[in-house]
């Protein structure tokens, strides 16, 4: 089985200042982690992946996510947060070709 | 990354009716997944369809309520049938794109926001 926890429903934050939103996951094997945004009223965008490598990797938008084996997690993070950042983040995770996404983090960038 | 569209948009049914989704994808794919996002929650897939066979549903989920067609590597329906007000959410398509490094990232369709009457 495998899972994704998204622990803040909400993250709040005024522009300019660093963003982060927390995922931690739960699968057999080698987790394939993934984070998509969400409009509203628009579907889902990729915004990054880890495979493997680098556990570091950066994504569309200037957004960066960190995988740390050790803590299950895979938080997505960016340096400065611009009011258009505010959305609806999905961090999902497969071991094989099926997304298991998370409940979902609504982040609201204040001007 | 593909170019995933769904018709219609979004529809008001009243319930008992069925209700047909497209997704046209502008290029050839093998894996085609459709999910089912409730008001304010997140994504559930409802199956996995692949040309030339059977779609795969997930738990919950049956063929009777949600049949699927995959006739070409390009395109795949989803019928929601005779639907209940509980039927209302957004439902998306998805491909599933290769890198070429064995891990799959999917892109999503627009959504088709159904609500049921």
């Known amino acids: 089985a495998q899972s994704v926890a998204q622990p803040e429903d909400q993250v709040n934050v005024a522009e300019g200042n660093p963003l982060t939103v927390k995922c931690t996951y739960s699968v057999s094997g080698n987790p394939y982690l993934f984070w998509y945004v969400q409009y509203p009223n628009r579907g889902l965008q990729f915004l990054l992946k880890?495979?493997?490598?680098?556990?570091l990797v950066k994504g569309s938008y200037g957004f960066e996510a960190e995988f740390n084996k050790s803590q299950t997690s895979f938080h997505l993070k960016k340096p400065s947060a611009l009011v258009s950042d505010s959305a609806l983040y999905f961090c999902?995770?497969?071991?094989?070709?099926?997304?298991?996404f998370g409940a979902g983090t609504t982040v609201t960038v204040r001007a | 990354s593909a170019v995933i569209s769904q018709k219609p948009s979004r529809d008001i049914c009243q319930r008992g009716t069925s209700l047909t989704i497209q997704c046209q994808v502008d290029s050839q794919v093998t894996m085609m997944f459709w999910y089912r996002q409730q008001p304010g929650q997140s994504l559930t897939l409802i199956a996995t369809a692949n040309q030339g066979s059977e779609a795969t549903y997930e738990s919950g989920f049956v063929i009777d309520k949600f049949p699927i067609s995959r006739p070409n590597l390009t395109f795949s329906t989803l019928t929601v049938s005779n639907m209940s007000p509980e039927d209302s959410s957004i439902y998306l398509c998805s491909v599933e794109h290769s890198s070429g490094r064995g891990a799959y990232e999917q892109y999503f369709g627009p959504g088709t926001r159904l609500t049921v009457t």
């Open positions: 999902a995770v497969t071991g094989d070709y099926k997304l298991s």
């Open positions: 880890y495979i493997t490598g680098d556990n």
